[in-house]
Nanobody, 126 residues
Framework: QAQLVQSGGGSVQVGGSVRLSCVASPSIYVDASIAWFRQGRGLEREGIASIYTAGGPPHYSSSIQGRFTISLDHAKNTVFLQMNDLQPEDTGMYYC???????????????????WGRGTQVTVSS
């Protein structure tokens, strides 16, 4: 059964950077989408970045465009989310998730994903 194990996160000051990791076990699906989501307190879960494991351009939400970068290392079965210029509104729980390629629905829609990591907290303070 596929599992996603997350690491990274923590507390950072405004303008700082954090890198999150998501390791797929036993391995990254050959043909899938892996995405990062976040959920602030009292807010709905928001899709922020996704990448196709078979290649192709990543997708980003407008809220993080230009500040966050998603990347994939097949050799390490790991997807990364590099977050730069962090702001207080970036505070929340961050999750990675995986879905088979070709599944209907917007690639950043949480309900279309069926394998989830446990989440990691990112707190940005001024």
């Amino acid at each position: 059964q596929a599992q996603l194990v997350q690491s990274g996160g923590g507390s950072v000051q405004v303008g700082g950077s954090v890198r999150l990791s998501c390791v797929a076990s036993p391995s990254i699906y050959v043909d899938a989408s892996i995405a990062w989501f976040r959920q602030g307190r009292g807010l709905e879960r928001e899709g922020i970045a996704s990448i196709y494991t078979a290649g192709g351009p990543p997708h980003y939400s407008s809220s993080i465009q230009g500040r966050f970068t998603i990347s994939l290392d097949h050799a390490k079965n790991t997807v990364f989310l590099q977050m730069n210029d962090l702001q207080p509104e970036d505070t929340g729980m961050y999750y990675c998730a995986q879905r088979p390629q070709g599944r209907a629905g917007w690639v950043l829609a949480p309900h279309t994903y069926d394998v989830w990591g446990r989440g990691t907290q990112v707190t940005v303070s001024s």
